[in-house]
Every structure is written in C-alpha cells, then in structure tokens.
C-alpha cells in the first residue's frame, strides 16, 4: 500500500501505529514514521497511536519510569504535529479490553510459528538477557490485538515489523475461519518511502548507540553530535551511502531536511569537506527543528495536558475495545 492510494479515499482507511515508551523520539523515528502519521491525519484518515508500555517488557525486567516515559511519547507526538483531537493516543495498560484479546488470539498460533519470527530471534540475540521471557515470544500476538481490536485495516511501519503483521493477518483470517465470521479486516502494512536514516556514526540511530539526534534535544547538543559524526579521510564530499557511510548519512539527513536531492547537495559542498558538511548539517537540522521545539518546550511544562490527552484516549480506545471484545465473545459462543 502506497500514501497516495490512501491519498484517494482516506475515508476507507482505519490506521493503527504505535511505539514502545523507551526514550525520546529522534529524527529517524521522525522521518521514518512521525511524518507520515502527520501526513495521514491531514488527510483525514482515523488514526490511533498505541503507547506500547506492556510491549517494553520484552527485553528489560521491569520498565523504568513508565508513566513518565508515556508522556514524553505524547509530548513528542503533539510537538510533530500530531493532533488529540482527531488522533487517539493511548496506552497498553489503559484498556483492558484490548488486553483480553490475547487470550483468544493466543489460540489461533503454534509455538513453531511464534518460534520462527525473525524480528524476535534478532531481538532476542541482541537483548543481553541470559534468559528469554514468554512475553518475548508472545508480543507479536499482543501486537495483533493493538491492531484488530479496532479493526484497523492500515499499519504504517518499518520493515523489521512486517512478520508482526503477518501474524495479525494470520490471526485475523484464523479468528474469522474458525468463527465463520468476518469481524477482522486483514490489515495491510504502509512501507515509509523515506531511505533509512543512518545514525551520526553511519550506524543505525538508535538513542542506546548514542548516535541519535532527538527531536527534544538543544541546537548546542545537536551541534556537538553532528560535530562528533564520523566522517573519512576523502576531502570531497559525495553521497555513496554504501562507501561512505558516515559522510553519505550527514547528506541524506541535510538533504532531507532540506528537501533536496542528496547527490545534488553532495556536489554543491563538495571540495568544502567534511568541515563545510557539518556545518550546513547543523544549521540545516536546527533550523528545520525550530518550530517543533518551540511547541514542544511550551507543552512540556504542561504535564497536566499530557495526562489529559492519554485520558481522553483511553477512555476513546476502551469503548472501541469493549465492543470488539463483546462481539469476540458471542463470535466464540462465550456470550
Ligand atoms: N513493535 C513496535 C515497535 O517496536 C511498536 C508497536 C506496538 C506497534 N504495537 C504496535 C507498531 C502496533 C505497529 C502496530 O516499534
């Protein structure tokens, strides 16, 4: 599925996404996915935000800070635009309902095929636990109830989360076999069409590698990442994502920023190096971050409206999950 098809009909279109509360949103969140979801709200299209607190425990022991980290997700939603008022944030916890429907789903997968998930296998090689929860093996399915207990037929993802919509599929079409019923849509996932953002280290950006330029984070603080950012002994600078890395993800994300073809800006700095580059970076991002960062200092002194908004929310999300739940039920003959 491709925006501009969603562009045509956003009427037909029932959006569920999400991210798990661990730390602060950064510019490859918001040009991978927050831009998106932005772009699918003014198009009209239902959208509904889970803030995945259950999901956190996969790979940690107990999750820090919770409530606080949920907040923050919010701060960073509403900074990039998102709208409370026409999107549903919500998080796991809030809506028991939604929770319920583990139970059932849980008995529509084998332990083989939750067993065979490679985003899970990868997850588990690199959560540094010497044990592996059930919770690890199971999120996939709890994925599937975030998304089918409001019947969402669109999810905006990465790649690393198609297996997971998989399963949902697979959930849903098993639910409605076994059922004979035709209460869950099948949902389809939407590929972000923006290339990956490389990290400052040329790396995946990813806040646990420190190479993460946050969307909260100061000009001083972005300045010094960008400063830090690996580069190469090459004095011209060219965009060659796969040889140059480092420099290659300097470009992609001024070019980004700045909405121009990466190769075309590589070229223009040039014989300027490395030095040239980093300095039209940090402009570049602080500039394009100022109006987010004004909004998102103002409501974040107003803990008392995040609150509101998770809220409001889950009051939304619990009356969709009652009723999907009661229909699960009488499809199961449970009453
Ligand atoms: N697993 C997703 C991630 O780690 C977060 C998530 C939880 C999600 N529930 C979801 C994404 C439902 C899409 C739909 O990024």
């Given at each position: 599925?491709?925006?501009?098809t969603v562009r045509?009909?956003?009427?037909r279109y029932?959006v569920?996404?999400g991210d798990?509360?661990?730390?602060?949103l950064h510019?490859?969140?918001?040009f991978?996915t927050?831009?998106n979801?932005?772009q699918?709200?003014?198009?009209?299209?239902?959208?509904?935000?889970v803030v995945?607190?259950?999901?956190?425990?996969?790979?940690?022991d107990?999750a820090?800070r919770?409530a606080e980290?949920?907040e923050n997700?919010?701060l960073d939603y509403l900074a990039?635009g998102?709208?409370?008022e026409?999107?549903?944030i919500?998080?796991?916890?809030?809506?028991?309902?939604?929770?319920?429907?583990?139970l059932p789903?849980?008995s529509?997968?084998?332990?083989?095929?939750?067993?065979?998930?490679?985003?899970?296998?990868?997850e588990?090689?690199?959560?540094?636990?010497?044990?592996?929860?059930?919770?690890?093996?199971?999120?996939?399915v709890?994925?599937?109830a975030?998304?089918?207990?409001?019947?969402?037929n669109l999810?905006?993802v990465?790649r690393d989360?198609?297996?997971?919509l998989?399963?949902t599929?697979t959930?849903?079409?098993r639910?409605n076999?076994r059922?004979?019923?035709?209460l869950f849509?099948?949902?389809q996932?939407?590929?972000s069409?923006?290339?990956?953002?490389p990290g400052t280290?040329?790396?995946?950006?990813s806040?646990?590698?420190g190479?993460?330029i946050?969307l909260?984070?100061t000009e001083?603080e972005t300045?010094r990442?960008?400063?830090?950012?690996?580069?190469d002994?090459?004095r011209h600078?060219?965009?060659d994502?796969e040889h140059?890395p480092?420099?290659?993800g300097l470009?992609?994300?001024t070019?980004?920023?700045?909405g121009r073809?990466?190769?075309?800006?590589?070229?223009?700095i040039?014989?300027?190096?490395a030095?040239a580059?980093?300095?039209?970076?940090?402009?570049?991002v602080?500039?394009y971050?100022?109006?987010l960062r004004?909004?998102?200092?103002e409501?974040?002194a107003?803990?008392?409206l995040?609150?509101?908004?998770?809220?409001a929310?889950a009051?939304r999300a619990n009356?969709?999950?009652?009723?999907?739940l009661?229909?699960v039920?009488?499809?199961?003959g449970?009453?």
């Amino acid at each position: 599925m491709q925006i501009e098809t969603v562009r045509q009909h956003p009427d037909r279109y029932r959006v569920l996404t999400g991210d798990r509360p661990t730390g602060p949103l950064h510019l490859g969140h918001y040009f991978g996915t927050l831009h998106n979801r932005v772009q699918l709200q003014r198009m009209g299209v239902e959208l509904l935000l889970v803030v995945a607190d259950y999901q956190t425990l996969t790979d940690r022991d107990r999750a820090d800070r919770p409530a606080e980290h949920a907040e923050n997700l919010v701060l960073d939603y509403l900074a990039a635009g998102i709208d409370p008022e026409r999107t549903t944030i919500f998080t796991h916890s809030s809506v028991p309902a939604l929770n319920q429907l583990l139970l059932p789903f849980l008995s529509l997968v084998t332990v083989a095929e939750l067993g065979r998930n490679p985003t899970v296998k990868d997850e588990i090689a690199h959560s540094g636990q010497s044990t592996v929860s059930g919770l690890m093996f199971t999120y996939p399915v709890h994925q599937a109830a975030d998304i089918l207990f409001c019947k969402a037929n669109l999810v905006p993802v990465g790649r690393d989360q198609l297996p997971h919509l998989e399963t949902t599929r697979t959930i849903a079409r098993r639910f409605n076999d076994r059922y004979a019923t035709s209460l869950f849509p099948e949902p389809q996932p939407l590929l972000s069409e923006a290339p990956l953002l490389p990290g400052t280290d040329g790396g995946k950006m990813s806040k646990s590698r420190g190479n993460a330029i946050a969307l909260g984070a100061t000009e001083d603080e972005t300045a010094r990442l960008i400063r830090g950012a690996t580069t190469d002994a090459d004095r011209h600078i060219s965009y060659d994502p796969e040889h140059r890395p480092g420099v290659s993800g300097l470009v992609q994300l001024t070019a980004l920023c700045e909405g121009r073809d990466p190769a075309e800006l590589a070229a223009e700095i040039g014989d300027g190096g490395a030095g040239a580059l980093k300095r039209r970076a940090t402009e570049t991002v602080n500039e394009y971050l100022r109006p987010l960062r004004a909004r998102r200092t103002e409501l974040a002194a107003d803990r008392a409206l995040l609150r509101s908004v998770l809220a409001a929310g889950a009051e939304r999300a619990n009356a969709v999950a009652e009723s999907t739940l009661a229909e699960v039920r009488s499809a199961m003959g449970m009453g």
